[in-house]
RNA sequence: GCGCCCGUAGCUCAGUCGAAUAGAGCGUUGGCCUCCGGAGCCAAAGGUCACAGGUUUGAGUCCUGUCGGGCGCGCCA
């Protein structure tokens, strides 16, 4: 209706020739107030100054352009400083409910994308433990972006990057290998670096029931002349770097590759199934490890924007906007997460993708630049990388802040969370607030069975209708949307509803450019509104004699239930036939 | 110190690339069940949009500064 509208007035300009040079950029806007009729153009304020004319006698000229015979519009208005305010017919709004019920699922969906390909990358958590309630809110906004954007008419594709090389692999590798040699019996001092948590003493004790003791080595033999650890004095980052070759040697490649592959299996497939259960699914699990070519800092290297110093390779990042120049190469030889992460953005464009976007945690801000920088420098346009950065999730039990540590693997995974509250509850907690906003998560108040709750009274509204549809097949009546006659639904409430179900496209479209589905969330939670509303309005029953009016009615129920399942979809969230 | 994000009702937050009288939920107070699911509805009270300037016909929204909160500033990931 927007679009239609706005396709309206871009046509009266032209005829009205109020100034040949005007690239336009009015807008077309819902109104607050219902006296304003229920779209306002701004077109003469904004073209006032251009046309040299008052904006209250350029909005006369721009109406007499407008058609006279539309018949989606009642009456054009002037008001205030210039508003040209625009009412529609009843026609017009009544409209919507076949558009609903023929399109269904397809409702809402726009081309605005234009089949363009997105490439998202979330989540991509280091697979040394499982997920926690922070990552949670990445995988609820990737997914439900990723939603959006494929309703939006974007061809989306979604992509865990899995950071299975590196020194933090090894660092869980050698922590399952101690825990082993606990299992075998031997007294370990666990190094305060290592992994702690009770998922690797899982991952150990799979090692020792299969292999029986075939990898145990002495305690002696594995800490002999080992730089001290950070409770004996020593540095914690010297001792866990020392273990880990000192693993490689009395292990041997093969083997140290079976304890590392081990590892890295049952930890990413627990956070495969974790997101599944969770709703969400990847097109590609993009491994680090694959990326073995060195492609992009030659890259880097052929153009001149690296130079070496104290030992190390640098890259010139701070010649492309970034504060100063990045480390690709350590003194000791390792690459840098950094190189990695170019290497990665270089095969995503390579893949051809028209937009990437990267859902990254807020803490990681200042790596923005230096990805894009790098980008530059590769010759690409960093305006294809898009960062969304996700602030973190606080979590409350009703007033009590609950403390999460990495420390000591203290802290509350995902499943626990999605186990406590739900998955519908945790999807839709985590993404009504705007992304970069941080978040307060209650757990009460996620779990209460009351209007309290926005899920529950959100679905509430789509089980109340199909409770009321449950009910039609046990009385006489049927339900003929053929012979509904919209035109009975005059009263106010029903004009609510028709006026909320026919913002959804406008929603969907917003959201997606503007990478919000929390605007889903609100929009959702009004036509629940509008619809309890009309429900309990008085004598607005629905299975009633009339025969005109119950099947509009019903009509009008099926169209609000159909929105409120696409939109719940989007947001992954279920739609319950009962609750 | 520098950079990024955020300051809107008692609390948690919306506010659509600047528009008309700033909105919702919770909480508080008061109403509504002979009626399709009351897990609901109706109503009231509650605001110097952190503060000060500026741009504009028009600023919660844009610009500058101040104050307050969060995060980041490694040859960690």
Known sequence: MKQYLHKLFTHALLQAEISKDMVVEFRIERTRDARHGDFACNAAMVLAKAARMRPRDLAARIIEQLP????????????????????????????????????QAAYGRSQVGAGQSVMIEFVSANPTGPLHVGHGRGAAYGAALANLLTAAGFNVHKEYYVNDAGRQMDILAVSVWLRYLELCGETVAFPSNAYQGDYVWD????????????????????????????????????????????????????????????????????????????????????????????????????????????????????????????????????????????AYHLNKLERGFDHLINIWGADHHGYVARVKAAMMALGADAERLTVLLVQFATLYRGKERLQMSTRSGEFVTLRELREEVGRDAARFFYIQRKSEQHLNFDLELAKSNSKNNPV???????????????????????WHHDKARLERLESKYEQAVLVTLSRYPEVIEMAAETYEPHQLTY????????????????????????????????????????????????????????M
């Open 68 to 103: 006279t015979d539309e018949p989606s519009i009642a009456k054009v208005e002037i008001a205030g400083p210039g508003f040209i305010n625009v009412f529609l017919t009843q026609q017009a709004y009544r409209a919507v409910i076949g558009d609903i019920l023929t399109a």
């Open 203 to 342: 991952i150990a004790a799979s090692l020792h029931r299969e292999h029986g003791e075939a990898l145990r080595q002495s305690a002696n033999t594995v800490f002999k002349d080992i730089p001290a650890d950070v409770d004996q004095g020593g540095d914690k980052e010297l001792h866990i770097d020392a273990l880990i070759e000192r693993s490689q040697q009395l292990l041997g490649d093969a083997s140290y590759r079976l304890v590392f592959q081990r590892a890295l299996d049952v930890i990413l497939e627990d956070i495969r199934h974790d997101l599944e259960q969770f709703g969400v699914v990847y097109e590609a699990w993009f491994s680090e490890s694959s990326l073995s070519d060195t492609r992009a800092m030659d890259q880097l290297k052929a153009a001149g924007h690296t130079y070496m110093q104290d030992g190390a390779l640098w890259f010139r990042s701070s010649a492309f906007g970034d504060e100063k120049d990045r480390v690709l190469v350590r003194e000791n030889g390792q690459f840098t997460y950094f190189a990695s992460d170019i």
């Open 456 to 478: 529950y009274y959100i679905q509430y509204a789509h089980t109340r209708i199909a409770g009321v549809f449950r009910a039609l097949s046990e009385t006489n009546f049927v």
């Open 523 to 578: 929009y959702l939670h009004d036509l629940a509104e509008v619809f309890h509303t009309f429900y309990d309005a008085p004598g607005h029953k629905v299975l009633i004699e009339d025969d005109e009016l119950r099947n509009a009615r019903l009509s009008l129920m099926a169209a609000v239930q159909q929105v409120l399942r696409n939109g719940l979809t989007i947001i992954g969230v279920s739609a319950p036939e009962v």
